[in-house]
């Protein structure tokens, strides 16, 4: 069964503070690993799609990177704005979307 | 309208009431998935549509109906739920089950 770990389950930082969300995963067949933001009461957002070790995609301060057993999204001088749950989702052969818990962040002046 | 909606937005019902759940996508794509998010748990799975046909049903129960008359359309029947179903319902859209994008969500509240 696909599996997937985010950590840390909350992150607290100040603006300017850069930092790394993980996402480990098990995956049977990875197809794709997906970056999603998710602000309160609100369906998530697409961010990334990452197919293969080695690969990294890049929008404004975001930057997602991809190893064959996790994933790192690096934020670099976040902003307020970037509050938000940012979820990480695989699909493998089974072609189904497992999804993590989240990290939830919060980012302060 | 772009990309996925959802209406309504927010639904409470009764345990004996029947209400309908619906997404529209205009993104073109040929699959159609119903999500169900509670609190502190990840999005759980429900069902999938490709191209009008169900595809998965995650051991939902049958209390929740679904119903995909084409492949721009999506509705969720709901019938005699409990409370344990209040949740956060997403509806998404992909083409060929590639990277799916969500609509904003139904907050439904069952007394």
């Known amino acids: 069964e696909d599996q997937v770990t985010q950590s840390p389950e909350a992150l607290r930082l100040q603006e300017g503070e850069s930092s790394s969300l993980n996402c480990s995963y098990t995956?049977?067949?990875?197809?794709?690993l997906f970056w999603y933001r998710q602000d309160p009461g609100k369906g998530p957002e697409f961010l990334f799609t990452?197919?293969?070790a080695g690969e990294e995609k890049e929008k404004e301060r975001l930057k997602a990177t991809l190893t064959k057993k996790e994933s790192f999204l690096h934020i670099t001088a976040p902003k307020p704005e970037d509050s938000a749950t940012y979820l990480c989702?695989?699909?493998?052969?089974?072609?189904?979307?497992?999804f993590g818990t989240g990290t939830r962040l919060q980012v302060t002046l | 309208e772009t990309g996925v909606t959802q209406t309504p937005r927010h639904l409470v019902m009764g345990m004996t009431n029947k209400k309908s759940l619906k997404c529209e996508q205009h993104?073109?794509?040929?699959?159609m998935y119903w999500y169900k998010q509670s609190a502190k748990k990840p999005l759980e799975l429900m069902f999938v549509?490709?191209?009008?046909?169900?595809?998965e049903n995650n051991s939902v129960p049958s209390r929740f109906s679904p119903e995909c008359p084409n492949s721009s359309h999506l509705f969720l029947h709901l019938h005699t739920l409990q409370p344990e179903d209040s949740a956060l319902y997403l509806c998404?859209?992909?083409?060929?089950?590639?990277?799916?994008?969500f609509g904003p969500g139904t907050r439904l509240t069952v007394l």
């Open positions: 989702a695989v699909t493998g052969t089974a072609s189904k979307l497992t």
């Open positions: 549509y490709n191209f009008k046909e169900q595809t």
């Open positions: 995956v049977s067949g990875l197809r794709g």
């Open positions: 990452l197919y293969s």
């Open positions: 998404a859209s992909s083409q060929e089950l590639d990277t799916q994008y």
């Open positions: 993104l073109g794509h040929n699959a």
